[in-house]
């Protein structure tokens, strides 16, 4: 086995004295002990692991290139939060190493993916994190929700617009200084806005705007810092309602807002006229990009080529690639539920057997329990942080100071973990005795990820499902409920010359 060793370590816990050389040690005494070959170690040093923009930690996003690249066979850490401290990450990642044969190893939680429930785990983990992912953000869609019914807006506010001191929108008419060609000059946001409108109605391309921008010394605002223009946010920011006194409803809408218009109506309406001309006057090729259920894992069993997915009146289409490239290939083009539901049928019978299901149950809670108490530890960590600034500044006095400090430094010992939502295990608990109910309840893409977690490849041929590859993880559970039909079903080759 060919080992890989990840360690991180924040600024803060530079300046605490938190040791990558621990970290590292632990992960060479381990895979000494297992006798693996260690071929990389990754170190990130003063990077978060919160954020999900993995670009800030260059290391991780190396390990995960090099994971895609099969450079090595397991990964090692030294602790889970190590590795990231944002449970979609985590499972994305997981999902990420899974798929291209990596195993995972954090040694403080003795989470080890390279056990045969572990691989169980790694696989099942990967096809139930967007389940996971659409549970976490049900309570934010409703605060959202509640804000749009105010006319309020959701999220980072557009360029242009800062918060007024009630919260409503208003013009960002700050200045800021920029240095252009040597110089410094002062710029002020909206008056950027209102400079790229008024060059778009005068027939200006995307590209020209974003050019004109930045030569004038504007940047961008929002999540990912200051940037220069590209023609992509132009394009964005002039279609943009917001600029009109309208707010997202959500569902691909737009609500009256409380705040007032930043932009004249008639200015916006002539942009879009030009916009629309020049969109009428480009050919267009359009791109058909859907994920369905079956995507990339359906083969014909006549000629052994892909299936491609088309969407007509309302159904979706399998196609041969075979016949699309001119071969003799005689499959006929079939609708996709057609398939489906033999599938969901086929899938009635399997199940994952109940001592494995508490133990992939056991392994979410752990990995759930992980980050609850990450989170309160950061809480009390800031609260922490919060009364030392109060004290420091003379808001407090040193009797109050210790007081509160002695609190939190008594509740930061006894942090535990927290277990996870009841609702969330449950749902996790019942997909995983029913995969048909998971199947029913998942959308188009997520039945992808179902299917891939079980199937390697699924065969067709005419209008029927004639049989499946599973995946490696799962044969043995595939062997347990079809025991009698499954030499026949795991063995058939649909054509043993092309495919022996």
Not at 12 to 25: F, M, N
Not at 130 to 143: A, I, M, P, R, V
Not at 401 to 416: E, K, N
Not at 462 to 483: G, I, M, S
Request: net charge positive; proline share 4%; with cysteine.
């Amino acid at each position: 086995m060919r080992a890989a060793l990840y360690a991180r370590v924040s600024t803060d816990e530079q300046v605490e004295g938190y040791s990558i050389d621990a970290q590292l040690r632990a992960g060479r005494d381990l895979a000494h002990q297992r006798g693996w070959v260690i071929v990389e170690e990754y170190v990130d040093e003063g990077k978060s692991a919160r954020v999900e923009d993995i670009d800030k930690r260059p290391k991780f996003k190396e390990m995960l290139k090099a994971a895609r690249d099969k450079q090595f066979d397991v990964l090692i850490v030294h602790k889970l939060d190590r590795f990231a401290r944002n449970v979609i990450v985590t499972l994305k990642s997981f999902e990420e190493l899974w798929e291209n044969g990596i195993t995972f190893i954090s040694i403080t939680e003795q989470m080890d993916f390279t056990t045969p429930i572990g691989k169980v785990f790694l696989a099942t983990v990967g096809a139930f994190a967007q389940f996971y992912s659409d549970n976490l953000s049900q309570e934010t869609k409703k605060g959202w929700a509640e804000r749009r019914e105010q006319g309020l807006y959701c999220g980072t506010l557009p360029f242009g617009a800062m918060k007024g001191e009630d919260g409503i929108p208003i013009p960002d008419t700050a200045e800021s200084k920029v240095k252009i060609n040597g110089q410094e000059i002062s710029v002020c946001n909206y008056e950027g806005l209102k400079q790229a409108f008024k060059l778009a109605v005068q027939d200006k391309s995307d590209r020209e705007v974003a050019v004109s921008l930045n030569a004038s010394g504007y940047r961008t605002t929002g999540t990912h810092g200051p940037r220069p223009f590209s023609k992509d946010t132009i394009k964005n920011m002039l279609r943009n309602r917001f600029y009109i006194g309208y707010i997202p409803d959500g569902s691909g809408g737009w609500l009256k807002a409380k705040h007032a218009p930043f932009i004249d109506l008639e200015l916006f309406e002539g942009v879009q006229k030009f916009r629309e001309r020049r969109a009428t006057s480009r050919f267009s090729v359009r791109s058909d990009a859907s994920i369905y259920s079956l995507s990339g894992l359906v083969r014909c069993a006549e000629c052994v080529n892909t299936l491609r997915a088309f969407k007509g009146s309302g159904r979706v289409r399998l196609v041969c690639n075979g016949r699309l490239k001119g071969g003799d290939c005689t499959q006929p083009s079939t609708a996709l539920d057609v398939y489906e539901r033999q599938l969901m049928a086929y899938l009635g019978a399997f199940q994952i057997p109940p001592d494995y299901q508490e133990k992939i149950l056991e392994e979410h809670r752990k990995l759930q329990s992980t980050y609850d108490s990450d989170k309160q530890k950061a809480l009390l960590e800031a609260r922490l942080k919060r009364i030392k600034d109060l004290y420091g500044w003379g808001h407090v006095t040193r009797k109050e100071y210790l007081t509160d400090y002695t609190a939190i430094r008594r509740d930061l010992q006894q942090v535990t973990p927290i277990q996870p939502k009841v609702n969330v295990l449950e749902r996790l608990a019942a997909f995983l005795k029913d995969i048909v109910l998971a199947w029913k309840d998942a959308s188009q893409e997520q039945r992808n990820r179902l299917a891939k977690c079980l199937f390697e490849v699924v065969w067709i041929k005419d209008k029927k499902v004639v049989a499946v590859t599973p995946r490696l993880e799962f044969k043995p559970f595939f062997e347990l409920q079809y025991d009698g039909k499954s030499r026949y079903i795991l063995q058939v080759r649909p054509r043993g010359d092309l495919n022996p």
